[in-house]
């Protein structure tokens, strides 16, 4: 849960705000449920969470980069 809580503290950009974007919350917990899926566990961790965020990122870079191509 923590995990979800410090990328909403990021999405807000602010240390004392969290996001009312519960959308990009809710897409980033389904995520990292599937990452954890995928490992076989029931459980998500912040493991699964950080992974989510990665490839998240890792996506819109790709757009970005084809972009600027």
Do not use: C, P
């Amino acid at each position: 849960m923590a995990a979800v809580i410090e990328f909403g503290v990021r999405l807000a950009g602010r240390q004392k705000k969290l996001t009312t974007r519960f959308s990009d919350i809710a897409d980033l917990v389904r995520e990292a449920s599937y990452w954890a899926g995928k490992e076989g566990l029931s459980l998500v961790t912040d493991h699964h969470v950080d992974k989510a965020y990665d490839e998240k990122v890792g996506r819109l870079n790709l757009i970005e980069g084809k972009f600027r191509r």
